[in-house]
């Protein structure tokens, strides 16, 4: 299975250098053991832009859909065989990077 | 006919989560299980009476319960799902059924998953392990039937798509999944104990047989865990003073007050046993290990020796410091130093313990004892007002009357 990580954040852009330094010996430790799939960081919720294509006209809105006192600050895409494998890895992740996460599994793609 | 519904009544008590539990394993998906399963029982209320009791009630059950699964799955199915469906049934591993690999061990860890909510976990353990009803799990916890019903699908539905997985975890997280699982039991158990609510009795039977007929599972299943021992232990001495526990006005009894002759001395028996087996196995006891001998300690000989719960509690404070053990602690060093000493204990948790009844209670009987009746009244309204359970406010009313 795969799972999106979100990372939980109340500030932007806050990630210190030991964090970085931790994120990347935790990512090293996913890539071998194969649970890596994608991970990056966001930039700050105030410099999205939400579209609406449906119409005729495409509409542009500045600003993020949700307004939250919380949201994602960066986020990880992980495979493991099942939800506590990824629990155990990402507590790990959560240490690594100082931040609460959030697990959430990706719907498996039509058979 | 007497007979046939004593079979299907015990067979359901016995049999229902080994069925759940069988059949999740080898269709991966507590819903057919738990549909199946309680197709085969209706199958079997139908089948008994008019073809008799077939010799092993259990696996014609399961043998039951897997075709009504197959028929579901066929009938459902679009093709492909349906091969997918075949392969898994002439897929199935056979795993050596060692105590630890029950498959209704699995279904415990399942049902009690941290990942899930607190409630969620409780109503499907009620569910998929004790084989109560929605309708009954609803009424245990004062909801609609609609609102449990979602609250159990909602659960279910979360296992599937996160990937929640059926088995027992690995060494090195069985402890705290064990302790997981326990909470459950002991939130069912105390539910049943001291229930909650207006219009609910005092103490609730159900609910407290249910929890000790779970943790017996869990015991059989697991018989070197000290802390399921303890727990066990636990729930038996508490149970055992049932019948002396609320008087008839339905007022609570404290302890001291009891008639023990109304306790039940085999359970009593049974619960001493198991903190005597924890005591000779020389381990450091754990949490529950500790409150199940201090409860052996309250139903050992004519009268409580304060000495050793004050000494059982400076153990288990020194495990859990949480304010509820020290409040408790604070309890029995009065009534081993008296009064005064166990008022400053309490006047410290003030902070943390505001808005629970059992700290107000407490404090209120102290201040009588020590004559400084105004503020026990004040303690006395206090714990009233936050109480939930009837037979206490019975009690604590009367209490308060009874210095006025």
Redesign the interface.
């Known amino acids: ?1 795969q799972y999106l990580i979100n990372v939980i954040d109340h500030r932007s852009e806050s990630g210190t250098a030991a964090e970085r330094a931790a994120i990347d010996v935790f990512n090293e430790k996913l890539i071998a053991g194969g649970n890596w799939v994608f991970a990056a960081g966001l930039a700050d919720p105030t410099t999205s832009t939400v579209i609406d294509g449906r119409g005729d006209e495409p509409v542009f809105t500045d600003g993020p859909f949700i307004e939250a006192k919380e949201w994602a600050a960066g986020f990880w895409i992980i495979e ?5 494998v ?3 890895l990402m507590t790990e992740g959560s240490k690594a990077c100082n931040r609460r996460l959030e ?1 959430r ?1 990706l ?1 498996a793609p039509p ?1 | 006919m007497s007979d046939i519904r004593e079979a299907l009544t015990r067979a359901h008590r016995e049999e229902w989560a080994r069925v759940v539990a069988t059949l999740a394993k080898r269709f991966g998906n507590l819903d057919t299980a738990e549909d199946a399963a309680a197709e085969a029982f209706m199958t079997a209320t139908e089948r008994w009476p008019r073809d008799g009791i077939p010799p092993n009630p259990g696996a014609w059950l399961t043998t039951t319960a897997t075709r009504k699964a197959i028929d579901r799955i066929r009938r459902e199915s679009s093709r ?1 799902a349906r091969q ?1 469906g075949a392969e898994l049934l002439y897929d199935i591993e056979t795993e050596p059924v060692g105590a630890i690999d029950d498959d209704r061990l699995r279904l415990l860890f399942i049902c009690c998953h941290p ?1 899930l909510a607190m409630d969620a976990r409780v109503a499907l353990t009620l569910r998929m392990v004790g084989g109560l009803t929605v309708t009954e799990i609803a009424k245990a916890f004062l909801v609609q039937d609609t609102t449990m019903g979602a609250r159990i699908t909602r659960a279910k539905t979360k296992i599937a ?5 059926y088995r027992v ?1 690995d060494t090195k ?1 069985l402890p705290r999944r064990v302790s997981g699982v326990l909470a459950v039991l002991f939130l069912i158990f105390n539910e049943g104990y001291l229930a909650t609510g207006p219009h609910t009795p005092p103490i609730r039977e159900d609910l407290t047989a249910e929890a000790i007929r779970l943790t017996r599972l869990l015991h059989q299943l697991l018989l070197d865990d000290g802390e399921v021992t303890g727990m066990l232990g636990l729930m038996l001495l508490t149970d055992a003073r049932r019948s002396a526990r609320v008087s008839s006005q339905d007022a609570l009894v404290p302890l001291a007050q009891q008639d023990r002759q109304l306790w039940d001395a085999a359970l009593i028996a049974e619960g001493h046993a198991l903190v005597r087996e924890r005591l000779a196995s020389g381990v450091a006891p754990g949490r529950y290990q500790l409150l199940a001998a201090i409860n052996a300690v309250h139903t050992d000989g004519d009268a409580t020796d304060w000495t050793q719960v004050v000494a059982l509690y400076d153990q288990l404070v020194r495990l859990d410091g949480s304010p509820i053990v020290r409040l408790n602690r604070a309890i029995a060093v009065s009534e081993h130093d008296g009064a005064e000493e166990g008022l400053v204990l309490i006047d410290e948790l003030g902070s943390d313990l505001a808005e629970y009844h059992a700290y107000h209670a407490a404090r209120a009987k102290l201040l009588r004892r020590l004559g400084r009746d105004a503020a026990s009244r004040e303690a006395y309204d206090a714990a009233i007002k936050l109480a939930g359970n009837t037979a206490e406010i019975a009690y604590l009313s009367a209490q308060r009357e009874s210095q006025d």
């Open positions: 299975m493991a065989p099942d939800l506590d990824a629990l155990a697990v599994p719907l058979a | 492909d997918r990942a798509t996160a990937g929640i997985p975890p997280d």
